[in-house]
């Protein structure tokens, strides 16, 4: 790992002769003792001064190669550097934030706006994502981070450390050449004469009724028309004479949802996208946990999600990254791929990049296979979500 981060570092430098930040992903899959060094590696390789940050994810999309390492155990290590006269970048690093979640995200964005010295109009943020598990965190990471810059747009994933036979994401890491932090968080952050764009698209459609949330506590949907929200749920994913499939439902929501491309979403009020409220387990009460974490009130939609409309959600994406930057052309995109897309797609998920690439025109592309994504849709605020394709780019 040390020499292949090292070697990503002196070919980004090719291509950015005057860095200021590092952005390296490495997957999950390598030793977690060789992470420090290897930011170490980076940083030797570049001009004195530059910022090494970095996280690990489920895998890698570059030059029409996909290194998965959650299902095909493929690994590899990117280094994407952030600089030149135009572009300021600034980073924000700290541990993990579980049980503070926005008093971290303050401390990050406050750690960015102090090495720019003005405020940032966008970035990059690798929180913990599904490995914080039942307790709701990076939600609550972008409401402090927006609490101290209230106009920031971002992008990212939760970092991942692999996933355990139940199915539950192992913890990620975030490093830098100093520390190596088990659930910690990377924010990088953007401002001067450029052109930024966020992108959001999953492809899910709306197809039946929903209803409305009338119990919440934190992840946990109590109810929903003030019945026990399984029983609900049940009703509206798997009918009462189905009885097959309410018995796989009952016994494990996410997976049936992930195997039929049937869930639960909440509408966007800026347009036709839906943000994922996936059930993934029923409590002995009946309680739903929703990692995205529905609130009281909140309308929820039944939702599917098909390989063609999944596929489709790429050049949706890229239109409304188009329609962001204002540009047709872009120098760098970094796309956040939810593992997800991988049940859906199957095979065709290699293809993501090419999809990508018949859009857009782009100088530097890298694909993330994400973990709990951070996105953009339109106008709107970043959200924590789920089965989506989330892009970043700078035009």
Same mark, same amino acid.
């Given at each position: 790992?040390?020499?292949?981060?090292?070697?990503?570092?002196?070919?980004?430098?090719?291509?950015?002769?005057?860095?200021?930040?590092?952005?390296?992903?490495? $997957? *999950?899959?390598?030793?977690? !003792?060789?992470?420090?060094?290897?930011? /170490?590696?980076?940083? #030797?390789?570049?001009? =004195?001064?530059?910022?090494?940050?970095?996280?690990?994810?489920?895998?890698?999309?570059?030059?029409?190669? %996909?290194?998965?390492?959650?299902?095909?155990?493929?690994?590899?290590?990117?280094?994407?550097?952030?600089?030149?006269?135009?572009?300021?970048?600034?980073?924000?690093?700290?541990?993990?934030?579980?049980? *503070?979640?926005?008093? $971290?995200? =303050?401390?990050?964005?406050?750690?960015? /706006?102090?090495?720019?010295?003005?405020?940032?109009?966008?970035?990059?943020?690798?929180?913990? !994502?599904?490995?914080?598990?039942?307790?709701?965190?990076?939600?609550?990471?972008?409401?402090?981070? %927006?609490?101290?810059?209230?106009?920031? %747009? @971002?992008?990212? $994933?939760?970092? #991942?450390?692999?996933?355990?036979?139940?199915?539950?994401?192992?913890?990620?890491?975030?490093?830098?050449?100093? %520390?190596?932090?088990?659930? !910690?968080?990377? @924010?990088?952050?953007?401002?001067?004469?450029?052109?930024?764009?966020?992108?959001?698209?999953?492809?899910? /459609?709306?197809?039946?009724?929903?209803?409305?949330?009338?119990?919440?506590?934190?992840?946990?949907?109590?109810?929903?028309?003030?019945?026990?929200?399984?029983?609900?749920?049940?009703?509206?994913?798997?009918?009462?004479?189905?009885?097959?499939?309410?018995?796989? +439902?009952?016994?494990?929501?996410?997976?049936?949802?992930?195997?039929?491309?049937?869930?639960?979403?909440?509408?966007?009020?800026?347009?036709? +996208?839906?943000?994922?409220?996936?059930?993934?387990?029923?409590?002995?009460?009946?309680?739903?946990?929703?990692?995205?974490?529905?609130? =009281?009130?909140?309308?929820?939609?039944?939702?599917?999600?098909?390989?063609?409309?999944?596929?489709?959600?790429?050049? /949706?994406?890229?239109?409304?990254?188009?329609?962001?930057?204002?540009?047709?052309?872009?120098?760098?995109?970094?796309?956040?791929?939810?593992?997800?897309? !991988?049940?859906?797609?199957?095979?065709?998920?290699?293809?993501?990049?090419?999809?990508?690439?018949? *859009?857009?025109?782009?100088?530097?592309?890298?694909?993330?296979?994400?973990?709990?994504?951070?996105?953009?849709?339109? *106008?709107?605020?970043?959200?924590?979500?789920?089965?989506?394709?989330?892009?970043?780019? @700078?035009?």
């Amino acid at each position: 790992m040390v020499a292949a981060a090292a070697e990503a570092a002196r070919t980004a430098l090719d291509e950015c002769k005057n860095p200021t930040v590092a952005l390296v992903f490495a $997957t *999950h899959n390598y030793p977690v !003792g060789e992470l420090r060094e290897a930011a /170490q590696a980076v940083a #030797s390789a570049l001009p =004195k001064g530059v910022r090494v940050v970095g996280g690990t994810v489920n895998g890698l999309i570059y030059d029409g190669a %996909r290194y998965d390492a959650l299902f095909a155990n493929r690994r590899a290590v990117a280094v994407v550097l952030f600089g030149g006269d135009e572009l300021k970048a600034g980073v924000g690093f700290a541990p993990s934030p579980m049980g *503070h979640p926005i008093e $971290t995200g =303050k401390d990050l964005a406050k750690q960015v /706006q102090e090495q720019l010295g003005v405020r940032a109009t966008g970035g990059i943020l690798l929180g913990t !994502g599904l490995a914080a598990g039942a307790t709701p965190c990076d939600q609550g990471l972008l409401d402090g981070i %927006r609490s101290v810059n209230p106009r920031l %747009r @971002l992008s990212g $994933t939760g970092l #991942s450390g692999g996933m355990k036979v139940t199915g539950l994401i192992e913890p990620g890491f975030a490093f830098t050449p100093d %520390r190596v932090e088990e659930l !910690g968080c990377v @924010l990088v952050c953007f401002a001067g004469n450029v052109d930024m764009g966020f992108a959001t698209a999953n492809g899910m /459609q709306a197809v039946g009724t929903g209803g409305f949330v009338t119990d919440a506590e934190g992840v946990m949907i109590k109810e929903i028309d003030g019945r026990r929200a399984a029983d609900a749920i049940l009703d509206l994913l798997a009918p009462k004479d189905d009885m097959a499939s309410r018995a796989l +439902f009952e016994k494990n929501p996410m997976i049936m949802s992930i195997e039929r491309g049937i869930t639960l979403a909440a509408a966007d009020p800026e347009g036709d +996208f839906y943000w994922c409220h996936m059930p993934v387990i029923f409590t002995p009460e009946g309680y739903a946990l929703d990692y995205f974490s529905a609130r =009281k009130g909140m309308a929820l939609s039944v939702v599917k999600i098909d390989p063609a409309a999944c596929m489709q959600a790429i050049g /949706q994406a890229v239109t409304m990254l188009k329609e962001d930057a204002g540009s047709e052309e872009f120098d760098t995109v970094i796309a956040f791929s939810c593992s997800l897309r !991988g049940f859906t797609l199957g095979t065709e998920v290699a293809g993501e990049e090419t999809e990508l690439r018949r *859009h857009l025109k782009v100088k530097h592309q890298l694909g993330i296979v994400a973990n709990g994504e951070i996105g953009c849709y339109r *106008h709107g605020r970043p959200f924590y979500t789920g089965w989506v394709y989330a892009l970043f780019g @700078l035009a």
